[in-house]
């Protein structure tokens, strides 16, 4: 399908205005042989831009000029693209790469932007901006991550984020009162995967792999794709979620190409506030609107699927397993973020661990000593006399 842009839009209705308008017989057909576009793409065109004068393009035509407008629009679309046009019009065309704080607080403000449901800037608009931020303005987009452009949400109370996991005896109670086959497979995969659920949401049959002979508790392996990270992680399935993931797949009977769980994260956010309570692990206020329920965190445990993934690192902290093999387990790519978050190491455990390091051993691991043997042999004197020289 050919890719709509404004200057093809504004060139074919250019054309289409010269043979007599959309609705006469045959322009359409005569628009495809003449600008060789399929009709598939020219009624996308047509239904994005059914008339498009030289005024209206020249008044954009400083927006799709702009590098990094162009970057924005080869990798997220048309769509995500003209949401930040639509923001850029309510800044009175202020190039996107200047904006600042101040801006985006008039954005999350703006009566053109809120959705009248919740008073909130609407979902579609937020997703924009901070891909916008994200990939062009980091630090930026760090600020307003913690502040401004969030939408109201479960999630860690402010400077409380070290502490927002649950035990192994909370997780076991939580998974207990779970009723729901599609939810308990949900939640012990990304409790026992660590994974965001925009990895397993994309899960399909064909990514796991069972072994033949199982060895201790590991039956399978899963091919995961995280889409943060647009990374592929490897990740280990235990016989307990094997026979759970074996049960919902026979009983939904779903193919082997089909997603195993097609559920949106509210959905599966919802569910976590209701076994949450259930367990005894949070306290909401529920509070009916009309049709909708709307539930309003009071104590406990804030209650989303991000929660399991911090869960499934402190579990790994306290196996002691290391920082480095929890990231590769987890689908962390920078430890820094797994350090400052999720793991804590008391001063007199640091004491502790020093006391026990031996600096004249003698003894290494097999990998240490691979690492050892692979080594190029010492320099030569003549060598050194020539690094000597070079560093005079």
């Not at 504004?10 to 006469?24: A, F, M, P, T, Y």
């Not at 569910?271 to 709307?294: E, H, Q, S």
Request: hydrophobic share 35%; charged share 30%; glycine share 4%.
């Amino acid at each position: 399908m050919t890719k709509v842009k404004p200057e093809l839009a504004r060139d074919i209705n250019k054309r289409v205005s010269e043979l007599g308008g959309w609705e006469k017989h045959g322009v359409k057909s005569q628009i495809s042989k003449e600008f060789s576009i399929s009709r598939p793409s020219l009624d996308k065109l047509y239904e994005l831009y059914p008339t498009y004068s030289e005024k209206k393009y020249a008044e954009y035509q400083d927006f799709y000029t702009i590098p990094e407008i162009q970057n924005f629009q080869k990798i997220n679309g048309l769509s995500r693209t003209n949401v930040v046009r639509k923001c850029w019009l309510v800044l009175n065309r202020k190039n996107p790469m200047n904006w600042d704080e101040q801006d985006l607080a008039i954005l999350r403000k703006h009566p053109d932007l809120i959705d009248k449901r919740t008073g909130t800037i609407k979902y579609e608009i937020l997703s924009a901006i901070r891909k916008f931020l994200r990939s062009n303005k980091p630090l930026l987009y760090q600020k307003e991550e913690k502040e401004m452009l969030y939408t109201k949400g479960a999630k860690a109370p402010k400077g409380q984020r070290r502490k927002w996991f649950l035990t192994p005896q909370e997780v076991e109670r939580f998974i207990e009162g779970i009723d729901d086959l599609e939810f308990l497979a949900q939640s012990l995969c990304q409790f026992k995967f660590g994974c965001r659920h925009s990895g397993f949401k994309n899960l399909k049959v064909n990514d796991i792999d069972i072994f033949p002979n199982k060895e201790g508790e590991i039956v399978g392996m899963v091919q995961l794709f995280e889409p943060k990270t647009k990374k592929t992680w490897q990740k280990w399935l235990d016989e307990e979620t094997y026979t759970v993931l074996s049960a919902y797949i026979k009983e939904r009977k779903i193919q082997n190409n089909d997603h195993l769980f097609k559920f949106s994260l509210g959905w599966y956010n919802l569910r976590m506030k209701i076994f949450g309570m259930k367990a005894g692990l949070c306290k909401y206020k529920i509070i009916r609107d009309g049709n909708k329920v709307k539930f309003k965190f009071e104590s406990g445990i804030p209650m989303s699927s991000h929660l399991l993934r911090h869960s499934f690192a402190f579990v790994c902290s306290i196996n002691n397993v290391s920082l480095e093999e929890t990231a590769e387990l987890g689908g962390w790519e920078d430890v820094n973020t797994l350090k400052d978050f999720y793991f804590y190491v008391p001063p007199e455990k640091l004491r502790k661990r020093f006391n026990t390091i031996k600096w004249d051993t003698t003894e290494y691991s097999r990998d240490k000593m691979s690492l050892i043997e692979s080594r190029n042999e010492p320099v030569t004197e003549d060598e050194l006399n020539k690094l000597e020289a070079e560093t005079e």
